[in-house]
Structure formats: structure tokens, C-alpha cells
């Protein structure tokens, strides 16, 4: 078995499996077999992108060396299968499941007992009292100065009232309250939907009673509750530290990648992580009402962002209203006959209109979030469907982010084993893909640098590092920052000799006092499948495809060669990067930007829709339009093309709304079907229409096609590095 360490902190490390797409069997046989190493106390492996994180005893000297060789010995033809335990219900989603059947239920055991227990003329006044709550809403929208749909409902029930015919207002209210049950309900769903996938909490926490730590559920913690977070624990609330140190990733509340250091009297917030430690707290908030939780709720605000095409339903709706009070007193101006000119107001298409599109957008936001894809708005959907221009980082984006070093090439009278341990000692202050590369690289050479060679490193965001080394100005980073920036004259041949040993490879750079040690050469392989993935992309639309990247122009061309890109630009800063995005923007292009790092934030702040994977930075996840809970691009088509279907969906939802609704009041005008079942027929359309918008746009067995082909890309790549 293949692999490559994403993280890797004293007593827990994440693994990437080369395995392609796991099984829940394969993963639990994974699980099952590393929980059997001496040390390991727990071992979690993800299906879909074969990520392995092991906790063990930190103080057994010998538990990593026997995770990492109980990993490699794993047979990738034929991995350890487990039966796996019983899935735990989503509790929020049953209970929103449950809610919804008993507010169905209720409303046709309701209607059924009135028409069979209650005589007519009870029957007749408890249908004018509930009918008493609709034109209350009408009223107050028509004081406000507004007709709206409110308004047409109250009317059409007012009238059958006066009218006398009390049996058509009780199956208009029905179908309205039908109709509304059906709303919350779509909505509810696709809120759960979005705030599981932005609040990830753990469901148990230690808590400290009496001296000794208890494990209990999450909602017995209160404020002033004493809780224990040791390394690899997510703060589940915020509060106070009252005992311990620790080092904590806060990058998602304040964007920072610097850890922060917790002791006494400190504050930690929930959704952060402990990186190094051990901490008491004191809970200051109670779970659901942390900062997080507030960030979470702006989140789901957003998710009421407005596709236009919604919005513009929602404005054609209330347009038709007046036209519908016009349609019925001149209808009845013409025929002197109220039951025909009702048919206009019983038979409208303002309602069907208005309730179709959001429910439409509602149910793909919650259906995307399924396929782990998070959009936080209407508005970014149409974006996705309107595209015409996908922009992609390279680093982390199109490659695995998970470079490595593949060659040395020092110069003049430098040794490799100085360029690589001068390198490392100044690389391994900073937390990057490339920095890990060099760092690991060096370690397992055995080259150590003892005590510290530096002092005052200053990273320069998009270029490199400068350090005092021994007294010496030491600079290490791209083309750009060495040779230009910081002045470094390049010895002639030098670059066509680092490209012979390493051609195609990224190549940072190395240099003291102003004079050139070397040259490292960065390898960082494409994600699995790219190609194919970029040419579904073309298949769904997209004209332009183009990549952005600070390497040089060689290993652009190499990588833009690879994956089947036209169009790439090299050596582009960030700012570059958004005014790039902007450009295309003015020429009348909807760009999607797909980016993963700090550097990308301005750009995917400048495009139309923003994407951001699973192993991006936390600010770049912030910054974006669309969140994907998965490193595999796949997802990107999966969105564009269920984005795609959402508007055709709409579309098709209008004309079959207006056709089938002018027919139903031509009939009712020319009293060929009674007011009744004209009324009866229009609602029930409208709730079907409803439901029907909430079947997936997505086949299951296309899902499964993506997941085959990204098994099989992963396999590949495995057989190519063996």
C-alpha cells in the first residue's frame, strides 16, 4: 500500500491511502487491522478518499513505526474486509421527517372527520372561521398597499363564501395548507443539510467531575461546565481555559495559519482545533450559541441569496395578481355571471409560480449537499449553470498537493545535503505543502540542524522566505523573488542544467549574500483523472478553461500539457491572479474560480461563482461561493451539471404551470368543468408541480459512475509510481 502523510503530530497522523474508492467494508477491514497495532487507540478511515487518521499512545516510542508498516503491508488487491456497524439516523433530519408526516397526517385526518362526524351547517361555520386567517393575511397585505398572492387566495376564498359554496373554500384552504406544509418542509431539509455540513461537532465530550474526567453527550455540557480537549480535539464550545497549554489552529475564525498558544485565562472558541496539548475549560457558552454557531447562521442566511430566475418568478407572480383581479371583473362585467369570472381567481398562476422556483432551488441546495457539495445561495447555482469559463490554481487544485522533492542541484562548490538542510531549517517554520516536501525530504536523509542556524524569518506571502543565517541574508523561493526581487545574478547554464536533471518539475530556489547554493526541484502530480474531468467540463458547456499559477513557465507548460489546458499564465501573483478574473469578467465571461490557498482568497472574491475543495485553506473555504466536502474534482461536474438540470427544471415548470392553467380557466370560463373542480384541479396541480420539484435532479447511478472513474484514476496513478 502506497501513502502519503497529510499531517502528522505526535500521537495522531493522517494518512492518504493510494486505494482509490474504498468500499465501508474495505474501510472498516482498514480500520479493524490498524486498531490492532499495539499503542493505536483509535483508527478512522473516510470511503470516499481513503483517508486514514490513527490516535495512539504518544509515549510508545515504537506505535508510529508499526501504523506505518501495518499500512504498507496492506495488499491493495486485496484489502481486509469488516462488516460495518449499523448507521447511527441522523437525529435532526428524523425529527424534521417525523414533523413533517404528522403535519400531513393531521391535515387529512382533520379534513376527513369534518365531513364525516360534523353536520353541514356546523360544518359551514367551522370552514368561516378558518377561512378568517386567510383574509386576515389578505387584508393586511392589501392595507399595506400590496396585492399580492396572499390577497388572490383570500378573495377566491371569500367569494366561494359568499357564494355560498363552502365546500370549495374548505379544499382551497386544504390545498393551500398543503401546500405550505410542503414548503417548510423542502426548506427545513435543505437548512439541516447546509448547517451539517458547516458545523462538524463532536457528540461527546470529557467532562471534569469531582476530579475525574466522565464522557458524556454534548447536550448535558452548560455554561460552567469543566471539559477536558486533548491533541486532535475540535473545541465544542467556547470558553475559558482554567488549566494547561496548548497550541490551537484557529484558522477558521480568524484565517490565521500561525498556531495560537492557550493557557490560563485564555479564550477558545468552538470549531478550533488542538494542534499540541492539553487543556481544561470552563464552557461560556452553551452548545448551539457559540461565535461558530453565529458564523453558521450568517451561512444559512445566505442560502436565502436569490437566484435571479427565483427572483424573477416571485416578481412575475405578483405581476399576474392585479391581472387576475382585471380578468375577473372584466369576465364578469361581460357575462354577469360571478361562478365564470371566479374561475380567473380560483384558477390563478401566481401561486404554482411562486412556489415552484424556491422549492426548486431549495431541494438542489439540500440535494447537492448529499453529493457533499455545500452552495450557500440560489444565486450560485444559476452562476454555475450560466458558466462559460472555469479558472483554476494549479497547486492543490489540479495537483494532489502533496508535492515532493525530487532532486537537488546545488551550485557552484555547494554539497546537496547543504542546500537541503539549509533549506529545511528554514522551511519547516511554515506550514505549507511545499515546505513539508523539503522538510521530509531532509529528515529522511538523516541531515539535522542543531542547534538553529537563524534567526528573524520573514515569510513573503506568494514568493519565499528571507532569514539571517549566521549573520548572512538568506532568501529561498520562486524565480521571481530570487533572481529579480532579491537581485541574485543566475550563473549562466544553470537553469538548463536544473531542468535536464528534473524537466517539467517546480524549482525553488536557494541563495546567500546575494550568491546562488542551488536549486530544489518540486514534483507535485496531478489529482487522478484531471483530464478527463476537465473534458466533462467542456461536455457541459464550458468554453474557456484556464490555469493560474506562480510556478514557472515550465512546469505550468508541463502540468497545463498533462491535464489537456490551452491556456495557461505562469509566474501570476495574487493580485494577478484577481485581476485576471476581473478582465475575463468586463469581456462578458461568467467565470467559475477554483482555487485553494491564501493566495487564491482575491480571486475567488472576484469571480462569478467560487469553489473551494475539501483540502483547501480555511479562508479560501470561507471566501468561496461553493464548498465541496471532497478532494476529488469530480464534484466541480457533479454541481455544474445538477446546476444545469435545476434551470432546465424551472423552465419547464413555467410552461407547464401557464398551459395547464389557461386551459383549466377556459374550461371554468366556458363552463365546461364545474368552479369546483377547476379549483380542485388548479391546487392539486400546484401540488404536485411542488413535489415533483423536490425528486432528485441526479441519478444514483451517475454517482456511482464518477465514483468508479475516480477508483480507477487513483489506480492508475498507484501503478504508475510503482
Excluded at 369576465?331 to 412556489?355: E, F, H, P, Q, W
Excluded at 474531468?533 to 490555469?547: P, Q, S, W
Aim: glycine share 6%; net charge negative.
Amino acid at each position: 500500500m502506497l501513502y502519503s502523510i497529510t499531517s502528522d503530530i505526535p500521537g495522531r497522523m493522517r494518512l492518504k491511502l493510494a486505494a482509490g474508492y474504498l468500499c465501508t467494508e474495505e474501510a472498516q477491514g482498514i480500520e479493524k487491522d490498524i486498531c490492532s497495532v499495539s499503542g493505536v487507540r483509535s483508527a478512522s478511515v473516510h470511503p470516499a478518499n481513503a483517508s486514514l487518521l490513527v490516535c495512539w499512545d504518544a509515549t510508545d516510542g515504537s506505535a508510529r513505526s508499526e501504523i506505518l508498516s501495518a499500512v504498507r503491508s496492506l495488499d491493495v488487491l486485496s484489502l481486509p474486509v469488516a462488516e460495518a456497524p449499523l448507521e447511527q439516523p441522523d437525529i435532526a433530519l428524523a425529527v424534521e421527517e417525523n414533523r413533517f408526516h404528522l403535519e400531513v397526517g393531521t391535515l387529512l385526518v382533520q379534513s376527513a372527520l369534518r365531513r364525516i362526524l360534523l353536520p353541514v351547517p356546523i360544518r359551514s361555520v367551522v370552514t368561516v372561521i378558518r377561512a378568517l386567517r386567510f383574509v386576515r393575511m389578505g387584508l393586511s397585505h392589501l392595507l399595506r398597499g400590496k396585492l399580492t398572492v396572499e390577497t388572490l387566495d383570500a378573495t377566491a376564498i371569500a367569494a366561494c363564501l359568499l357564494r355560498g359554496t363552502f365546500a370549495e373554500a374548505d379544499t382551497v384552504m386544504f390545498l393551500l395548507n398543503l401546500s405550505d406544509c410542503l414548503e417548510r418542509h423542502v426548506k427545513s431539509r435543505a437548512r439541516l443539510s447546509l448547517e451539517q455540513g458547516l458545523v462538524a461537532r463532536a457528540s461527546h465530550v470529557w467532562l471534569v467531575h469531582d476530579g475525574a474526567d466522565e464522557q458524556v453527550p454534548l447536550d448535558a455540557v452548560h455554561e460552567g461546565s469543566l471539559i477536558r480537549l486533548r491533541t486532535g480535539s475540535v473545541v465544542p464550545v467556547d470558553g475559558t481555559v482554567v488549566s494547561g497549554e496548548a497550541e490551537v489552529n484557529e484558522a477558521s475564525m480568524t484565517g490565521e495559519a500561525q498556531f495560537a498558544h492557550k493557557s490560563e485565562g485564555s479564550t477558545v472558541f468552538a470549531g478550533t482545533a488542538l494542534e499540541d496539548g492539553e487543556l481544561v475549560v470552563c464552557v461560556s457558552s452553551s452548545p448551539g450559541t457559540a461565535r461558530i454557531d453565529a458564523i453558521a447562521a450568517m451561512v444559512e442566511r445566505t442560502a436565502e441569496l436569490k437566484a435571479s430566475s427565483q427572483s424573477r418568478a416571485e416578481a412575475l407572480a405578483d405581476r399576474l395578481v392585479p391581472a387576475a383581479f382585471a380578468g375577473f371583473f372584466g369576465i364578469l362585467a361581460l357575462t354577469r355571471n360571478v361562478g365564470k369570472a371566479l374561475a380567473v381567481l380560483m384558477v390563478d398562476y401566481s401561486c404554482a409560480i411562486k412556489l415552484s422556483t424556491p422549492i426548486s432551488v431549495m431541494s438542489a441546495m439540500r440535494e447537492a449537499s448529499q453529493y457533499d457539495v455545500i452552495v450557500k445561495g440560489g444565486k450560485y447555482l444559476e452562476a454555475l449553470a450560466d458558466a462559460d469559463t472555469v479558472v483554476f490554481d494549479k497547486t492543490g487544485t489540479l495537483t494532489q498537493a502533496t508535492p515532493r522533492l525530487v532532486a537537488v542541484v546545488p551550485a557552484d562548490d555547494a554539497s546537496e545535503d547543504d542546500v537541503l538542510c539549509l533549506a529545511a531549517c528554514i522551511e519547516e517554520h511554515f506550514p505549507h505543502a511545499v515546505a513539508h516536501a523539503i522538510v521530509s525530504s531532509a529528515s529522511s536523509r538523516g541531515l539535522t540542524h542543531e542547534p538553529e542556524l537563524h534567526a528573524d524569518v520573514r515569510y513573503i506571502v506568494a514568493h519565499g522566505i528571507a532569514a539571517d543565517v549566521d549573520g548572512e541574508h538568506t532568501v529561498i523561493g520562486s524565480a521571481h523573488f530570487v533572481f529579480e526581487d532579491e537581485g541574485v545574478p543566475l550563473p549562466n547554464g544553470f537553469e538548463e542544467r536544473v531542468e535536464g536533471i528534473a524537466p517539467g518539475s517546480g524549482h525553488v530556489y536557494l541563495a546567500r549574500d546575494g550568491v546562488l547554493l542551488g536549486a530544489l526541484c518540486i514534483s507535485d502530480p496531478l489529482r487522478p483523472g484531471v483530464s478527463t474531468i476537465l473534458n466533462e467540463l467542456r461536455g457541459t458547456g464550458i468554453d474557456h478553461i484556464v490555469m493560474l499559477t506562480g510556478d514557472s513557465t515550465r512546469a505550468a507548460q508541463a502540468t497545463a500539457s498533462a491535464a489537456g489546458i490551452d491556456q495557461y499564465k505562469a509566474q501570476v501573483l495574487p493580485e494577478d491572479k484577481a485581476s485576471y478574473v476581473v478582465e475575463l469578467e468586463n469581456r462578458g465571461h461568467r467565470v467559475i474560480m477554483v482555487g485553494d490557498g491564501i493566495n487564491d482568497s482575491p480571486a475567488l472574491a472576484a469571480a462569478s461563482v467560487s469553489v473551494a475543495l475539501a483540502d483547501a485553506s480555511d479562508i479560501a473555504r470561507t471566501v468561496a461561493d461553493v464548498s465541496i466536502r471532497s478532494d476529488s474534482l469530480d464534484r466541480l461536474v457533479l454541481a455544474r451539471v445538477l446546476a444545469q438540470r435545476l434551470q432546465r427544471r424551472i423552465d419547464a415548470r413555467y410552461t407547464l404551470i401557464v398551459g395547464f392553467n389557461t386551459l383549466l380557466i377556459a374550461l371554468g370560463v366556458a363552463s365546461l368543468i364545474p368552479l369546483t373542480t377547476a379549483a380542485t384541479l388548479h391546487n392539486l396541480s400546484t401540488v404536485a408541480i411542488a413535489a415533483s420539484n423536490t425528486r432528485p435532479l441526479m441519478r444514483r447511478r451517475q454517482d456511482e459512475a464518477i465514483c468508479d472513474r475516480q477508483a480507477c484514476g487513483e489506480q492508475e496513478t498507484v501503478d504508475n509510481k510503482d
